[in-house]
């Protein structure tokens, strides 16, 4: 089946530090990588779309200076969020499509706090 | 607005007994719905995947079941153990256009109780 590696899946950092997530499809290509943020009791917010070898696509009031996507190869997927702040904090989740409409493969989470 | 309601927000059931979980969506063009069970601090896992023509579709005690006349899916669980408190999400993908096309419910948080 399709896998999605997510790391870390816990991260405490202070104030404006920088903390990177990874991402990485384990057994199938992900050309794209859809990034989610998922705050308590709500729904997944999709945050930006990022795509091997071209510049993410960020939705509407996602500052793209402040999380940075990187799509560098086929099988990995990385957000950086810069100089991070308190209401940074927040569950931080990719997916991967594979084939089309069907298959979305979501990886375990970041759970992000930063104090 | 393409939109994904689920109901109820929140249940209890005791182990062993059932229940059902409801989706209404106004997404369109449909292309097709998903259910998802979240545990707590993890990343969604796929239950089922529903298309346009399909009724009803099981994965061993989970059936959901969508009626694309009047846009609604249900999730049935049957014989509920410990291991099924979760949320459950409803995701509803339209048809064409970018692959980001998801619209996501806020799930119902299901406790299941011994």
């Known amino acids: 089946g399709a896998v999605v590696s997510q790391h870390p899946s816990r991260v405490i950092c202070k104030s404006g530090t920088s903390v990177k997530i990874e991402c990485r499809s384990l057994?199938?290509?992900?050309?794209?990588m859809f990034w989610y943020r998922q705050f308590p009791k709500q729904s997944l917010m999709l945050m930006a779309t990022s795509n091997e070898g071209s510049k993410a696509t960020y939705e509407q009031g996602v500052e793209k200076d402040k999380f940075l996507i990187n799509h560098a190869s086929l099988t990995l997927s990385t957000l950086t969020v810069t100089s991070a702040h308190p209401e940074d904090s927040s569950f931080y989740i990719c997916?991967?499509?594979?084939?089309?409409?069907?298959?979305?493969?979501f990886g375990s989470g970041t759970r992000l706090t930063v104090v | 607005k393409n939109q994904v309601e689920q109901s109820p927000q929140s249940l209890i059931i005791l182990e062993g007994k059932n229940c059902t979980l409801q989706?209404?969506?106004?997404?369109?063009?449909?292309?097709?719905l998903r259910w998802y069970k979240q545990d707590t601090g993890r990343g969604p896992v796929s239950l089922t995947i529903m298309t346009f023509s399909e009724n009803t579709k099981s994965n061993g005690r989970y059936t959901a079941t969508l009626d694309a006349d009047t846009k609604q899916s249900s999730l049935h669980i049957t014989a509920s153990q410990l291991s099924d408190s979760a949320s459950y999400i409803c995701v509803v993908i339209k048809y064409g256009g970018s692959q980001g096309n998801l619209i996501f419910g806020k799930g119902t948080k299901l406790s299941v109780k011994p």
């Open positions: 057994d199938f290509q992900a050309t794209t």
């Open positions: 989706c209404n969506y106004t997404v369109s063009p449909f292309s097709n």
């Open positions: 997916s991967a499509p594979r084939g089309g409409d069907y298959g979305y493969t």
